[in-house]
T-cell receptor
Framework: QQQVRQSPQSLTVWEGGTTVLTCSYEDSTFNYFPWYQQFPGEGPALLISILSVSDKKEDGRFTTFFNKREKKLSLHIIDSQPGDSATYFCAASAYSNYQLIWGSGTKLIIKP | DPKIIQKPKYLVAVTGSEKILICEQYLGHNAMYWYRQSAKKPLEFMFSYSYQKLMDNQTASSRFQPQSSKKNHLDLQITALKPDDSATYFC????????????FGEGSRLIVV
């Protein structure tokens, strides 16, 4: 079944802390996993992505981890900043199929 | 400068009326999409076009009709509007139609009263 489950639905973290968002999926053909960040009043924008051949990808304070065996991925934000407050969506697709399957999103609030 | 222009940004419509949401992209992409976002469904895929041809339609209702007059245009016509159609409609584009990065516009927020 093509589903991507995302948790938590909302999360509050103190400034400077580490944020962890998680997603799980069921379709074993999925091999492309992007994370999108959406600020209020804007469209989502690609934050970071990973292919199933990797287990970790880092971009500054943002790192995504992929566990193929457990069909799970996570997004870690270190030294979380108030400017990171946004809604984060994970998604998945089989690279040969353009259609992304989206998670339900996590609304993140970073408190100063 | 925004590379994907959506018009209007906000609109209020009366139940039963018809509206057209405009989308133009200046990224040189050949694939374009419509998504809907509401409290019920955070991000819902509606349509995808590639080279002005419909690739996928996940919208059950025929009241939603995409229209592509040019390669970089994908408008969305919504007829017989219902209050349940109230949502923000996002246009997006990508370079190819296979796992490439989606670029989203700022959205058109529709309220149906």
């Amino acid at each position: 079944q093509q589903q991507v489950r995302q948790s938590p639905q909302s999360l509050t973290v103190w400034e400077g802390g580490t944020t962890v968002l998680t997603c799980s999926y069921e379709d074993s053909t999925f091999n492309y996993f992007p994370w999108y960040q959406q600020f209020p009043g804007e469209g989502p924008a690609l934050l970071i992505s990973i292919l199933s051949v990797s287990d970790k990808k880092e971009d500054g304070r943002f790192t995504t981890f992929f566990n193929k065996r457990e069909k799970k991925l996570s997004l870690h934000i270190i030294d979380s900043q108030p400017g990171d407050s946004a809604t984060y969506f994970c998604a998945a697709s089989a690279y040969s199929n353009y259609q992304l399957i989206w998670g339900s999103g996590t609304k993140l609030i970073i408190k100063p | 400068d925004p590379k994907i222009i959506q018009k209007p940004k906000y609109l209020v419509a009366v139940t039963g009326s018809e509206k057209i949401l405009i989308c133009e992209q200046y990224l040189g992409h050949n694939a374009m999409y419509w998504y809907r976002q509401s409290a019920k469904k955070p991000l819902e895929f509606m349509f995808s076009y590639s080279y002005q041809k419909l690739m996928d339609n996940q919208t059950a209702s025929s009241r939603f009709q995409p229209q592509s007059s040019k390669k970089n245009h994908l408008d969305l016509q919504i007829t017989a509007l219902k209050p349940d159609d109230s949502a923000t409609y996002f246009c997006a584009s990508s370079q190819g139609d296979s796992g490439n990065t989606l670029y989203f516009g700022e959205g058109s927020r529709l309220i149906v009263v």
